[in-house]
């Protein structure tokens, strides 16, 4: 894929944007909501009623109206637009074939619908209608954070979810694909957590844990970032059990992933020659005046941090 090199650009050709039909509806709304408390726009409302239907509505009652129409239109674009990302996974899936070098993104599956990162692209014009929501989940925040540099690949995720180029595998080949893919990788991305084990004694994470072992095994630590989600009110019971499960499980095999922070991070390995210690921490320069952009900002420094590395090896 064509690397994109402006804002411009990148938004254009990217395979997340949100469709034109659901553009234009909340442009729409951003327009409609401020003018719809305008008494310009409930006069030329009440002389239009008057002339069709014969009587003139209060201000009131036009403006609850108009003000209704916009939120209901904003809302419906907002809808169409994650349909619209959803229904273009198959677009995202054919780069795998056109790529000729990409990033693979590693995760527990039962995380897809529980971590979110911050978007760095959400902004709030018009009221409240905005085409990017505050957060991203986590395929959808590498994905989109990357695309500008590297194509980046996932194994398997749900049909329902926006994720980059997916690998669809199953239980007898998923670990073929891992070893084809990861070994030929540019860039590892991995979100280890690991949850407590069921009463069937399956114990979701544990295939990132293998894959985290195989990474190393691979020689491929020096080319991992490592995602520690932050946590929240609904998280916090769960979040730091399941990341310190991860970290005592990816200590038997020798790899030091950093000890858990509530604020979370972005992290890759020790540039001191310790490979097997994934604690050095990037944030992209976003420490306090932007905080919530640290982990976009981080993804973006520790992958040109692996890329430079790449390069002088050369």
Not at 75 to 84: D, Q, V
Not at 92 to 112: C, G, K, M, N, Q
């Amino acid at each position: 894929m064509k690397r994109r090199t402006t804002k411009i650009e990148q938004a254009s050709s990217s395979l997340f944007r949100p469709g034109n039909v659901a553009l234009a509806l909340v442009m729409i709304a951003i327009f409609l909501e401020p003018l719809s408390r305008t008494n310009l726009w409930t006069d030329w409302l009440a002389t239009i009623c008057f002339a069709l239907f014969g009587f003139k509505p209060t201000h009131d009652l036009l403006f609850g109206l108009s003000g209704l129409a916009a939120y209901i239109i904003g809302f419906y674009g907002i809808s169409l637009s994650n349909k619209y990302k959803i229904n273009s996974q198959p677009l995202r899936d054919r780069t795998i074939y056109e790529s000729t070098s990409y990033a693979v993104f590693l995760r527990p599956f039962f995380t897809d619908k529980l971590i979110k990162f911050p978007n760095p692209h959400y902004r709030v014009t018009g009221g409240m209608f905005s085409l990017e929501q505050p957060s991203l989940g986590a395929e959808e925040f590498v994905g989109r954070l990357l695309e500008p540099y590297i194509d980046v690949v996932e194994i398997g995720g749900v049909a329902d979810s926006i994720g980059p180029a997916r690998l669809y595998g199953n239980e007898s080949n998923w670990q073929l694909l891992f070893q084809k893919y990861c070994h030929d990788a540019d860039v590892v991305i991995l979100l280890p957590l690991l949850d407590s084990q069921k009463a069937d004694g399956h114990q979701p994470g544990s295939q990132t844990m293998w894959e985290l072992h195989q990474l190393k095994l691979m020689h491929k630590l020096d080319r991992t970032i490592i995602l520690m989600p932050k946590s929240n009110f609904l998280s916090r019971n769960w979040l730091r059990p399941a990341w310190e499960r991860a970290r005592t499980h990816a200590a038997e095999f020798s790899v030091v992933l950093p000890k858990y922070d509530s604020a979370g991070g972005i992290y890759a390995a020790r540039s001191d020659n310790s490979q097997y210690d994934l604690s050095r921490r990037f944030t992209g320069g976003y420490r306090w005046l932007y905080r919530e952009w640290r982990f976009a900002g981080g993804l973006v420094e520790a992958y040109k941090h692996i890329e430079s590395q790449i390069r002088r090896a050369k």
